[in-house]
């Protein structure tokens, strides 16, 4: 695919995307069809899209788009991986709710007699009867699984910033 030289910005807030052979993408704007020479817009045009979109600025929008990219997968990826949480040898997604549900039952579990126990679906249909040091010992886990996987995104993050490579799928906890 070629290399974007600008990108114009139509009346209606949409963006076209001329091309190093000052074909235009997109088409069905003005009724000119995808590959329309951009010679055929007006001259006034034609010098306003010059004059905004220089070379410059171009490469600036398009290293900005990259790094947006960039972050929204290193952010799908640690989001992912935050669900990818397991406690007493069962999978247990780490979803706000299941996070909210561990921190209700320890303040309610420590206000009951020592020993008190509670039966807890820790998988789909598979309970486990849990005191209030295993639910602390999970809460603490949850909390150390999420923290890892925060401190992997900065990473990955600050590596993306600095134009380092990096692995999107290394350093996740799991």
């Known amino acids: ?40 817009l007006p001259a006034d045009m034609q010098a306003q899209i010059s004059a905004v979109w220089t070379p410059d600025v171009v490469a600036s929008y398009q290293a900005a788009t990259a790094r947006s990219e960039a972050l929204a997968a290193i952010q799908a990826r640690r989001d992912q991986a935050i669900l990818a949480f397991s406690f007493a040898g069962h999978p247990v997604p780490l979803t706000d709710k299941t996070q909210q549900d561990v921190g209700n039952a320890v303040q309610a579990l420590a206000r009951q007699p020592a020993g008190t126990t509670v039966a807890w679906e820790i998988a789909d249909g598979v309970y486990i009867d849990m005191d209030l040091a295993t639910l602390q010992a999970m809460g603490d886990a949850a909390f150390a699984h999420i923290q890892a996987c925060f401190a992997n995104s900065k990473a990955l993050t600050a590596s993306q910033a600095a134009g380092s490579p990096y692995d999107l799928e290394s350093g996740w906890p799991t």
């Open 1 to 40: 695919m070629a290399t974007p030289l600008r990108v114009e910005m139509l009346p209606d807030g949409e963006a076209s995307v001329v091309y190093d052979a000052d074909v235009i993408h997109g088409g069905d704007r003005d009724n000119r069809p995808p590959g329309s020479d951009i010679s055929d």
